[in-house]
């Protein structure tokens, strides 16, 4: 499981940024979580729930998770399409030569402090 790493990981950035502005409390930590990141949402959850006991800083924070959809585009036809319904092979031209265009990111859009 390597969401309590990912969740490590949050943490340490976000204590970096409370530590450069000043903030002693964090009430939300939003993220934004690619569609194919390979993180899964409700692990990630769970292991925020139990990280977030053992750091002051986040103790009573709530954690939102917000997805970005995976798209695919085409090069055979430039067209763009989902890419959890449809792979790698473009439903309208069936070429394969496909590239991801977003849904793998992983990043903290924002943090409300107290």
């Not at 292991?47 to 986040?58: N, P, Q, S, T």
């Not at 989902?82 to 943090?111: A, H, N």
Request: aromatic residues 8%.
């Amino acid at each position: 499981m390597h969401e309590l790493g990912v969740v490590f990981h949050i943490i340490d950035q976000v204590e970096e940024v409370a530590k450069d502005n000043d903030v002693s409390s964090v009430s939300k930590i939003i993220l934004q979580l690619g569609e194919v990141s390979t993180v899964i949402p409700e692990y990630l959850t769970d292991c925020f729930v139990w990280a977030r006991a053992k750091h002051e800083l986040i103790r009573e924070a709530e954690l939102e998770i917000e997805t970005i959809p995976a798209i695919t585009r085409c090069g055979g036809c430039g067209r763009t399409y989902g890419t959890v319904k449809y792979g790698k092979i473009c439903p309208y031209c069936g070429s394969d030569r496909t590239w991801l265009e977003q849904g793998s990111e992983f990043m903290i859009k924002e943090i409300e402090a107290v």
